[in-house]
């Protein structure tokens, strides 16, 4: 699998000279930066980059296990080494030995492991639980998390030995909001990628009040909910629910929010009023065209699912001719066959 760091702001440029540099190194790296900010593609990238490549990439959830069943999947365990151990298993560590162990949310690793994982990373050596041999790794530590980690460690919940020893290298990836040139890139990376993947046929473009929000919006769910956005606008969701939606996200985020982007109806009064009927009217017009659009998409999705996806049948039912229907289906982006 290839992975795409897309991004032309300096930050990502940046970030994209030092996986570079750091590839070569194997020294620990410490990814900072907030849910969906593209953390474990810079992971992944360090790795594909690295001449561990052909090793393996190991990811182990931090903050996913309860402190034990975590410290068993790091370590592993000797044979009756608690209850049901009963034979001796790996722990990741070892298993990644030579490859990539991939620390993630490491900000929710509790302090007792924080100090076994600093023991690994000053002596790669340990023992697995109930175990008394030393087990020696050699694998590259890459750790993220979300986490103000200066915060965490001022308030005695992440070591400071343990931070010094994984921050030899530290990325930071700046949210979404700060590197909005950056926006329509990916908007039409994901476009391009979802219509390749689900065989979306037909042009798409954002129409022009959706383009400005998605320039005003703070994103916080970053790439990932950008990503998830171009895709529910791909596959028919209606353009004025996910606009009102991203309107609300920051309205209840105290965003401001300019009116012209409020949908129709929830605009300010005074706005309406300077706007006069001319503007109601072509509103008027653009809603009709939306509404149109929501319905036939809606009656297409349920013949199409009533009929099993048989696309002559749904045809049929909807009264309209074999070749309408497919010609409806490109205009409104709708799938071909079902989304997986
Ligand atoms: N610069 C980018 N170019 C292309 N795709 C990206 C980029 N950044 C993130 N993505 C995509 O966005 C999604 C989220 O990225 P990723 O899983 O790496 O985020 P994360 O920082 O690990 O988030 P979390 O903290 O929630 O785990 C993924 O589908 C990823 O492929
Ligand atoms: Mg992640």
Known sequence: MEYLFIGKHPSIEK???LIAMVAETAFSVLIIGET????????????????????VF??????????????????????????????SKPGKFELASRGVIFLDEIGDMPMTLQAKLLQVLQNGEFTRLGG????????????????DLDEDMAAG????????RL???KIEIPPLRERRQDIPLLTKHFTKKFKREYKIKGQFALDEKLRKLFQLYHWPGNVRELSSTVLRLLVGDDPEAVRSELVENMDADGIPVP???RPAG?????????????????????????????????AIQHALSMTGWNKRQAAKMLKISYKTLFNKMDRLGLEKRPVP
């Open 132 to 147: 008394t041999a030393d087990v020696k790794v050699n694998s590259w530590v890459i750790a993220a998390t979300n986490h």
């Open 266 to 298: 929830q605009q300010d009064g005074a706005e309406k009023d300077k706007k006069g009927r001319e503007g109601d009217a072509l509103s008027l017009k653009a809603l009709t065209a939306d509404a149109t659009d929501y319905i036939e998409r809606r």
């Open 157 to 164: 919940r992440f070591r400071e030995d343990l931070f010094y």
């Open 36 to 55: 969906g900010t593209g953390k474990e593609v810079v992971a992944r990238l360090l790795h594909q980059s690295s001449n561990r490549k052909s090793k």
């Open 58 to 87: 190991v990811k182990v959830n931090c903050a996913a296990l309860p402190m034990n069943l975590l410290e068993s999947e790091l370590f592993g365990y000797e044979k009756g080494a608690f209850t049901g151990a009963d034979k």
């Open 167 to 169: 921050n030899i290298i």
């Open 259 to 261: 009116d012209e982007m």
């Open 15 to 17: 970030i994209r000279d």
